[in-house]
């Protein structure tokens, strides 16, 4: 194969993450967002989220191709909800043997640069992968909050888990962390989760 | 509103392009794809296939940024098949009016940063802003092809048809310039759509 019909085998390939459904319900409710979807709305946000990333400017390119590739692996190991911890677990060998079949379907010079991303995000190695990581747990709360906490109540949460989930973003995106827990204040005033 | 509600409510209303359906079919045809996982998929494409575009070697970030918001103007004006060239001619004045009013819920630099990129994009005003067009005509060329053709039918298409939409890659992208010829003639040759 040239290394044309490699790229495109990979792109044909990651077309099988739109079919790969989240916990994440659309703004108005009316299906589950899936995981292509979700990737592309994560690279809109970085676009216009990170100058509130302090103290130092973020390199935006490597957020958003963190954020384009970071959930292919969910094409052969399915989604996870981020609070069932356990799954998680179990998921890690799984992922990593996905990552290994996905990118390895491109030249070997991509493939190890794709990886190097993956695993950059993954691991958390970089302050553009903390940052990819806010982002990641943002938008689910976003959409928790304006579809009234319906799927927070489905996997039994609590604001006080949600306070846990945005402790992180208070060193590196103080003004998002007061967003988001205003948000949360607000839904549990507003019976969407217990406190 | 502070800078950071304002961009709250911009990716808020992006969640809308998720549900803007297009004519091309996911490659296993069990449905259609909308506005936000093709754009997605366009971005992963970029990613891997700038290193065909000749002579220069292009601006990826600028590239990237592009596709992600390029159909973000269908959230008001839905999507329009690239040969109903009546249809897209009304559409132009309606996209701008929608360009204004999706970049202008961010704060006013970035919404000119935005509207600026889209503006690029529409009027293929760089090197960048063509090869982000190739991508969005070989995507549904390549899902036309391994879901048997079932939307260029639809659409009544014939090779020759094809074939006309393909030529401005000739010059910028050779290599998959000739990937996409032989694919439409390796259709027609299959019955997938006629001469």
Known sequence: ?????????????????????????????????????????????AMVLTEHHCPRQLNLPRVLQMLLIHDLVEIDTGDVHFCDTEQRRRQIKKEAEAADRLFGLLPHDQEQTLLGLWQEFENQESE???????????????????????????????????????????????????????????AVARGFLPK
Chains 1, 2 share one sequence.
Do not use: C
């Open 1 to 45: 194969m040239t290394r044309l019909q490699q790229q495109i085998q990979f792109i044909l390939e990651a077309d099988k993450l739109k079919q790969v459904v989240r916990w994440t319900l659309l703004t108005d409710a009316s299906r589950r967002e899936n995981a292509a979807e979700h990737s592309w709305q994560l690279a809109i946000m």
């Open 128 to 186: 553009e992968a903390k940052f990819a990581h806010v982002l990641d747990r943002l938008q689910p709360l976003l959409h928790g909050y304006v579809t009234e906490g319906r799927t927070w109540r489905e996997n039994s949460l609590t604001g006080h888990q949600l306070f846990s989930i945005i402790e992180p973003m208070k060193a590196s995106v103080p003004e998002i962390h007061d967003l988001a827990a205003d948000l949360i204040a607000d």
